[in-house]
């Protein structure tokens, strides 16, 4: 028996029963209905690909639903943003990494991405907005001296900055902590997302915790189960070092947490605004 499905960008092409794995396939003769085919799996072209078929038969594909994966473009923003304001969890190419994202004000999607990576609760998540004005919703910029932020992003820089008692972030939301990493990134899908879900999204690398980070899908593809969609942007080209992490906590001071990819050039722009590296002698 072969059925016919479309791949990933939508061309169609016949795979054999034998090459199908699923959960639960109840098959009578040829012509009969097929039911509760779920969850089937088949390496498609390199990339593996989940489909949810409620219902078809042997020799025509009445329905199939096409699950997971979806071309990072803006014909898929306003889907992608029903899903971050719905709770669920995404996945979205950056500047550097491929990352999780969901609402930040969603806790419930909060604890989904610690769950799915295997990640620590005491391991702090970064927000993500769209563009620099948003930052001020989420964190104290007042004494940061004028044009810094909008030199360092968008870009491939977390920048850490204090909450102050103004912020809409939830207090569950990296509780015990004062300080926020925030991110915009150089992607206009992302920061598309950012801006229309109205809040902050929280970010982190789509990978296990304590595993390489991701720059292709298909370096994630065994946590592709447990997201509702993956944008695929292909190969990221800036390698697997991600952003560069600057505290940006005390006024006149910097502190480089995590080199990253752009280091030299944030230092550069830092100490042309007179900012000097905490601990050094100013």
Not at 17 to 23: G, I, M
Request: hydrophobic share 40%; proline share 5%.
């Amino acid at each position: 028996m072969k059925i016919v499905v479309p791949t990933k960008f939508g061309v169609t092409q016949t795979l054999t029963c034998r090459a199908l794995f699923a959960t639960s396939l109840f098959q009578d003769s040829p012509g009969k209905e097929v039911q509760k085919l779920q969850f089937v799996r088949r390496q498609i072209g390199g990339i593996c690909t989940a489909w949810n078929l409620e219902k078809c038969k042997l020799n025509s594909l009445e329905t199939i639903s096409l699950g997971l994966v979806r071309p990072a473009t803006d014909d898929y923003v306003k889907e992608a943003v029903e899903a971050v304001r719905s709770g669920k969890v995404i996945a979205v190419p950056t500047d550097t990494l491929y990352g999780f994202a969901c609402d930040a004000c969603s806790m419930e999607a909060v604890h989904h991405i610690y769950e799915v990576k295997g990640r620590k609760y005491t391991s702090p998540l970064a927000i993500c907005v769209g563009d620099v004005q948003d930052i001020q919703r989420f964190a104290i910029t007042s004494h940061l001296p004028l044009g810094l932020l909008d030199s360092l992003l968008p870009g491939p820089v977390t920048v850490v900055l204090r909450r102050g008692e103004s912020s809409i972030l939830e207090k569950s939301l990296n509780p015990g902590l004062d300080s926020i990493g925030v991110r915009i990134p150089d992607y206009n899908f992302i920061r598309a997302i950012a801006r229309g879900s109205g809040s902050a999204i929280a970010l982190t690398s789509a990978n296990l915790s304590g595993h390489p980070s991701s720059v292709d899908v298909k370096d994630f593809a065994n946590l592709w189960e447990h997201i509702a969609y993956i944008y695929d942007g292909g190969v990221l080209p800036a390698g697997r070092a991600g952003s560069t992490i600057v505290d940006l906590t005390q006024k006149g001071k910097y502190r480089i947490l995590r080199p990253g990819s752009a280091k030299d050039e944030t230092v550069v722009i830092l100490e042309r605004h007179s900012l000097v590296e905490e601990g050094s002698a100013s």
